[in-house]
């Protein structure tokens, strides 16, 4: 106790001192955290689709006969490339589609890129493998798609955009206080250089 007692006097002595050993750290918010790594979830999952259709396609395209099929999995592959972007949230993309902002709508997308990848199920023998990462891949963006729109409606990605407005301003104040540090330093530095 006394230690510390005489560690602020020493502190209060020197103001200096106590200023320069500040550091200012932003803690990461656990539930910003949390919106990322179901982000990655989901954009892995329509990663999946898309390499599933991609495979159905070419299998497709191959057999002339089913040449419908693979106009429709070339389809989702393009729809299941806008879910991945979409889930990235890039400025660009968030800016002509307003409707991505809002989970219901993201989760109404990837809730369609579920249903075609899924569609026209395969029961060949021969496709065992093709059929079990089409299920696998389907099943998971819809269970994410479904995700989406049930915290859409509890209005969590209002939440979200909120928190992460109030963590750019955190990050904005934690470099401008930073900025407001260095210079302070430029400035002591150059006034002992004209005291000398």
């Not at 200096?16 to 990461?28: C, I």
């Not at 999995?73 to 890039?90: D, K, L, P």
């Amino acid at each position: 106790m006394a230690r510390n007692e005489e560690g602020g006097n020493s502190e209060r002595g020197s103001p200096s001192s106590s200023t320069t050993n500040v550091r200012v750290r932003a803690r990461p918010d656990p539930f910003l955290v949390i919106c990322r790594c179901f982000s990655v979830i989901t954009a892995v999952a329509a990663i999946l689709c898309i390499v599933v259709n991609v495979l159905s396609a070419i299998r497709s395209f191959k057999d002339i006969s089913d040449i419908f099929d693979g106009i429709f999995r070339c389809y989702a592959v393009a729809i299941a490339i806008f879910v991945v972007v979409a889930e990235t949230e890039w400025g660009f993309i968030m800016k002509f589609w307003k409707v991505l902002e809002f989970w219901a709508g993201r989760g109404m997308l990837q809730i369609f890129v579920a249903v075609m990848t899924r569609a026209y199920p395969e029961n060949s023998g021969e496709q065992k493998v093709l059929v079990l990462l089409q299920n696998i891949a389907s099943y998971l963006l819809l269970a994410c798609g479904v995700v989406y729109v049930i915290l859409g409606i509890l209005c969590i990605g209002f939440l979200k955009r909120n928190r992460q407005k109030k963590e750019v301003t955190r990050d904005q104040a934690v470099k401008d206080l930073q900025e407001l540090e260095r210079r302070r330093e430029e400035l002591e530095a150059l006034l002992i250089v004209e005291r000398v």
